[in-house]
């Protein structure tokens, strides 16, 4: 054993944080460790010493210690020192740095394409550091149950669950999830469905994908909204296929303006991306009319019925569909937070077989402790709760926005009859949204610009998305008044 002592020098701990510092001193270790910075037999200063460097209690230093000496990575000596311990994880592999005939090598060429000029949606990491955030789609931390979600967790976390869920499942989904969804969650949208015509997938994302991958092929013909949500219509020309965008109205997508050789039509009825207007019943059965006259299949989005607090969503697409033409999308990470990555897929069964198989080819499963989370965080009507307190909150805010919007002579453009999370607002003709977003980022304000919604890019787009599900209602009225003074300068 090669015995030297570590200098204090080289510890360091992060202030502005968002993890403890005892994890961080433990990650500090462990990265040394592997890297092979810290070799076996390496004596670590004592714990008052490093707890003086770093200015955080002895306790601390104390405990990423002995947690550490648990986990094999340190040992301790009869005089109470901790030191690296000999049986301690070791790197596997030496770095070496490529020289620089090496880096030089150009991939470009070896790729099937490039996805980097694709119109996309950007969020900014860190929009909680605006006062003004108008984004859409964000989690916020005030509305959510952490409480009933650590719980769930323990509960998957168990004996009994954990031999289930850390089982590698091949392609089948956790049971306990599929039966909520087809009992609960499918029927609250007039949908019926067995457990084999469900699969669970990584996000709504992921649904889309496994879709497009299974419809797409060369001389394929798919229509998207105009405006519409950027990545569907990306997939499918990745995939081959040809995208006719066809221009929303105030009802939504209108099938009479459908091409006559489509394919498949991608649509959000409930809720339109970005506009949130709501397709009426009287399209939806023509729409339905068109798919049968037309031999098309229709890819439904329903993203976000949850939050209906001002009327009741309308039923789904999916169940008005008696010839099984209708492909069902839904997620969970909207109403319980972004980063969970949840959602299903919901179609006949030889449709959903096929999927599975994919799924299975992309990555078996989605993880099985996750799904189990979030079957308990349903069964036990946290999720309900949840969206009863999301609803309320929601409420107030869009009326407080509505308001604050007409005060300021502003022209909302779009809004979910049932409620939602944002609305469409449209600034003055000839106004560049993404120049103007980037301007409102000095008056604090974060706005979501049109253009990437917009097939075309020939003309600036003065369409903006403002969502209140970020916001609290304390801050909407000078957020937007903020808006209106910059629009006016």
């Known amino acids: 054993m090669n015995e030297y002592r570590v200098s204090e020098d080289l510890f360091f701990l992060d202030r502005p944080r968002d993890r403890t510092f005892q994890a961080q001193l433990r990650e500090l270790i462990v990265s040394a460790v592997l890297d092979g910075r810290l070799q076996p037999g390496a004596q670590l200063p004592s714990t008052r010493k490093l707890a003086k460097h770093l200015l955080v209690s002895r306790t601390t230093i104390t405990l990423a210690y002995q947690e550490l000496v648990g986990q094999g990575y340190l040992a301790t000596s009869p005089r109470s020192s901790f030191f690296v311990s000999d049986a301690a994880p070791r790197p596997s592999v030496k770095k070496v740095k490529p020289s620089d005939a090496e880096a030089t090598f150009d991939w470009g060429p070896k790729l099937a394409g490039s996805l980097t000029d694709r119109r996309q949606i950007v969020k900014p990491q860190d929009w909680r550091s605006f006062p003004y955030p108008f984004i859409y789609g ?148 023509r729409l339905l009319e068109a798919a049968s006259a037309q031999d098309f299949v229709i890819v439904e989005d329903d993203y976000e019925f949850e939050m209906s607090f001002l009327t009741p969503p309308s039923p789904a697409l999916k169940s008005l569909d008696q010839a099984g033409r209708v492909v069902y999308i839904g997620s969970f990470s909207k109403a319980i937070f972004p980063g969970l990555r949840l959602g299903y897929l919901v179609g006949p069964k030889p449709f959903i077989r096929e999927a599975r198989q994919l799924r299975a080819l992309m990555l078996r499963h989605p993880p099985g402790q996750e799904q189990r989370i979030v079957a308990y965080f349903l069964a036990l009507g946290h999720y309900d709760s949840l969206v009863r307190d999301m609803r309320k909150a929601f409420a107030e805010r869009r009326d407080v926005m509505t308001q604050a919007l007409h005060r300021e002579g502003l022209q909302i453009s779009g809004a979910a009859s049932f409620g939602g999370t944002n609305l469409w607002v449209k600034g003055p003709d000839g106004l560049d949204s993404l120049q103007f977003a980037q301007d409102l980022r000095e008056d604090g304000v974060l706005i979501e610009p049109g253009a990437p919604f917009f097939e075309s890019r020939d003309e600036p787009i003065p369409y903006f998305r403002l969502a209140y599900s970020s916001i609290p209602s304390d801050r909407i009225e000078e957020g937007v008044r903020r808006i209106a003074a910059r629009l006016r300068t």
């Open 138 to 285: 964000q989690m916020d931390m005030s509305l959510f149950h952490h409480a009933a979600w650590r719980d769930c967790a323990r509960r998957a976390l168990g004996r009994r669950d954990f031999e289930d869920v850390a089982r590698d499942a091949a392609t089948d989904d956790d049971p306990m999830l599929v039966n909520y969804i087809s009992t609960r969650t499918l029927p609250r949208r007039g949908i019926a469905a067995e457990p084999d015509e469900i699969l669970v997938t990584v996000g709504a994302q992921n649904a889309l994908w496994l879709t497009i991958e299974l419809l797409a092929r060369k001389g394929f013909h798919a229509v998207c909204e105009n405006p519409g949500y950027p990545d569907i219509a990306a997939a499918l020309r990745w995939n081959g296929a040809e995208v006719t965008p066809v221009d929303v109205d105030q009802a939504g997508l209108p099938p009479e303006n459908l091409p006559a050789d489509v394919d498949a039509v991608f649509v959000t009825p409930s809720h339109h991306a970005p506009t949130a207007v709501t397709m009426p019943p009287h399209r939806r059965t």
